[in-house]
């Protein structure tokens, strides 16, 4: 809170919307911010899943949600789940496409191993299902995936790296 005042008070910020992105873990932080405060959103991204953050994050993320005004939520089971508590609108995840458009320089060499290439972009990590795509990309070895963004190599099995129709880009 300390770090946020003293930018507030650099760049002569004596009113703005408060905007929790998911972070559940600091629940009431906008209380210690000098101004005033126009608005507070908590912007809930996913479920809370992993055991060490269920320990508090639970209880911390339904007080985000009491404590805000609006809840903007990523998925539709995370918007029905707030909206019971505090007004809370559906806006699921999206792209630039323009952005997109545009070919990879990595991808013009793994274009000319086929023409059934398969392409993911985004974070690469404990969501993604690694079983069955080695299992599909072993059946066909004719398709190639091609996964563009940051990986969490912990949760990428080695089997899966070693297939020689998945190539890694790596982070964007």
């Given amino acids: 809170a300390r770090g946020i005042n003293r930018s507030l008070k ?3 910020w004596n009113e703005f919307y408060y905007i929790n992105s998911y972070n559940y873990h600091f629940p009431i932080l906008h209380r210690f ?5 126009l608005g507070k959103v908590y912007h809930c ?5 992993k055991s060490y953050t269920k320990k508090h994050g639970i209880k911390n ?6 404590n805000s005004d609006k809840v903007i939520s990523t998925a539709p089971s995370l918007q029905q789940k ?4 505090n007004e809370s609108y559906l806006v699921p995840n999206a792209v630039d ?5 545009r070919p990879l320089k990595s991808i013009k060499r793994i274009r000319s191993l086929g023409r059934n290439v398969i392409g993911y972009f985004g974070n690469i ?3 993604t299902d690694f ?10 070895d004719e398709w190639q995936l091609v996964l563009a963004g940051p990986v969490e190599e912990k949760y990428v099995p080695a089997s899966f790296k070693e297939l020689t129709n998945v190539h890694f880009t790596g982070k964007y």
């Fill in 10 to 12: 650099k760049l002569n």
């Fill in 33 to 37: 911010l000098k101004g005033n405060t």
């Fill in 45 to 49: 991204v996913d479920p809370i899943v």
């Fill in 61 to 66: 993320e339904r007080n985000a949600v009491l």
């Fill in 82 to 85: 707030w909206e019971r508590i």
């Fill in 97 to 101: 496409f323009k952005h997109f458009d």
């Fill in 125 to 127: 990590e404990r969501r």
């Fill in 131 to 140: 079983k069955l795509l080695e299992e599909t990309f072993r059946r066909h």
